[in-house]
């Protein structure tokens, strides 16, 4: 799967922002170090909705299995 990614520049350097991932923010003093700094940001957004998804049905029954978008 394909994401776009977004680069503004600013006087302390760049923000950075996934347009299909709400919440996946992150910068940095250069283009470089922000973009290798999207990874991440794109990682704990997900985990955090996965613990916070967990944390809602905690006690009810539900089904919970992977699931895999093909390329």
């Not at 003093?29 to 909705?49: D, G, I, M, Q, Y």
């Not at 905690?58 to 919970?64: A, F, W």
Request: hydrophobic share 40%; net charge negative.
């Amino acid at each position: 799967m394909k994401f776009t990614a977004v680069f503004k520049k600013f006087p302390e350097g760049y923000a950075a922002f996934i347009e299909e991932l709400p919440g996946v923010n992150t910068q940095g003093k250069t283009l470089e170090e922000a973009r290798k700094n999207l990874p991440e940001a794109v990682e704990l957004v997900l985990e955090t909705n996965r613990q916070l998804a967990e944390e809602s049905m905690k006690g009810q029954d539900v089904i919970r299995e992977s699931f895999l978008i093909p390329a």
